[in-house]
């Protein structure tokens, strides 16, 4: 595994952290009636959605890498 496919993982569990905070927090506010808290978890949701797309990313390049270096390391 890549050190960019490690960070992809990384930014997907964080992502989904964030996704689950700003669901919890954003329901706590429509509760309360709270419509700052509100915002600030939509907020969090796409941060959280933001961070699960970038890893989606860094896993495709580094994937991507790692087939190239593969290819070229068979070419004799």
Known sequence: ???????AAENH???VADEAKGRVRSA???L???GDQQLKGKF???K?????????VQDAVGDAVDD???RRDRTP
């Not at 959280?48 to 989606?56: E, N, T």
Request: hydrophobic residues 25%; negative net charge; without cysteine.
């Open 1 to 7: 595994m890549s050190d960019l496919n490690r960070k």
């Open 48 to 56: 959280g959605k933001a961070k699960q797309a970038l890893g989606d």
């Open 28 to 30: 706590a506010g429509e």
């Open 44 to 46: 969090e949701q796409l």
């Open 68 to 70: 190239n270096r593969d």
């Open 32 to 34: 309360t009636g709270d």
């Open 13 to 15: 569990v964080e992502g």
